[in-house]
């Protein structure tokens, strides 16, 4: 497993889960809640969560001798910040919704909300 991570993904397992998981993942977190917090629209989280992938390559190549230029190693740590952007984004805007218009919705689960007075059939 470690040599697929410095082939392939041009880092050890322990830099990938403290400067991607760990680091970048909680820029990408932040940024989903301040996306959704201004009423922006969802795709928006995208593009700021491509650029963290390549902040996040530069500082393995800076910090830790990884590759920079690690074509399967970019798209899998900006897969994961893209997922966790949108994640804090939609669980923000449920939250966002329930609470600014406790009148009109009501929060269901981490990620939704429904209109009062609906069922769920």
């Known amino acids: 497993m470690s040599d697929f991570f410095a082939t392939q993904l041009g880092s050890s397992p322990g830099v990938f889960i403290g400067i991607t998981l760990i680091f970048m993942g909680g820029c990408?977190?932040?940024?989903?809640?301040?996306?959704a917090q201004t009423w922006r629209?969802?795709?928006q989280t995208v593009?700021?969560?491509?650029?963290?992938?390549g902040a996040d390559?530069?500082?393995v190549y800076a910090l830790?001798?990884?590759?920079?230029l690690s074509p399967?190693?970019?798209?899998?740590d900006a897969a994961i910040l893209v997922g966790l952007s949108l994640l804090?984004?939609?669980a923000t805007r449920a939250h966002q919704m329930a609470h600014q218009y406790p009148w009109l919705y009501q929060r269901?689960?981490?990620?939704g909300w429904r209109e009062r007075g609906r069922s769920n059939t």
């Open 47 to 53: 593009p700021y969560a491509l650029m963290l992938g």
């Open 88 to 90: 804090s984004y939609r």
């Open 41 to 43: 629209p969802m795709w």
């Open 64 to 68: 830790f001798q990884g590759r920079l």
């Open 57 to 59: 390559r530069f500082l």
């Open 72 to 76: 399967a190693g970019y798209l899998l």
């Open 28 to 35: 990408a977190i932040m940024s989903g809640q301040a996306l």
């Open 108 to 111: 269901v689960g981490l990620l």
